[in-house]
């Protein structure tokens, strides 16, 4: 997995080091992880631009704020992922590769925090025949 850092990884250690926030983006083949101090991209698209992607790349990357307490994963799922047409097969595809990229992402950066999908992103799991 390539680790690009914003500003840079010096900016982004200091970060770590007092628990602050971080910004990260995983690509959907598991290449790349970007990663952010919060404030110095403030959001994930910002990211991508301030590392010379388009912002309508971000359907190819997991997005994911993360400190030392644990990592909440803004759960969007794209209407065409992996071209999955069958909406259920689609979102259970999208989180069983989230979960699985996500965790290596984690790890590679020296983390081991548990992943949370925050509330206002589970409408996909509050549906009725849901659990």
């Known amino acids: 997995m390539d680790?690009?850092?914003?500003?840079?990884?010096?900016?982004?250690?200091e970060a770590m080091q007092v628990d602050d926030p971080l910004l990260?983006?995983?690509?959907?083949?598991?290449?790349?992880?970007?990663?952010s101090h919060i404030d110095d991209a403030v959001e994930h698209v910002i990211l991508l631009r301030k590392l010379n992607y388009k912002e309508t790349e971000i359907d190819q990357f997991f997005r994911v704020v993360?400190?030392?307490?644990?990592?909440?994963?803004?759960?969007?799922?794209?209407?065409d992922y992996k071209g999955i047409s069958n909406k259920d097969k689609r979102i259970e595809t999208f989180f069983n590769d989230g979960i699985n990229l996500i965790s290596k992402a984690i790890k590679a950066i020296g983390y081991n925090v548990e992943i949370n999908i925050p509330e206002r992103y589970r409408r996909h799991?509050?549906?009725p025949g849901k659990k």
């Open 3 to 13: 680790i690009r850092y914003y500003p840079d990884e010096k900016r982004v250690r």
């Open 66 to 79: 993360l400190t030392q307490d644990g990592a909440d994963w803004t759960f969007v799922c794209p209407g």
């Open 24 to 35: 990260m983006l995983v690509s959907f083949n598991g290449k790349e992880l970007l990663l």
């Open 125 to 127: 799991f509050n549906m």
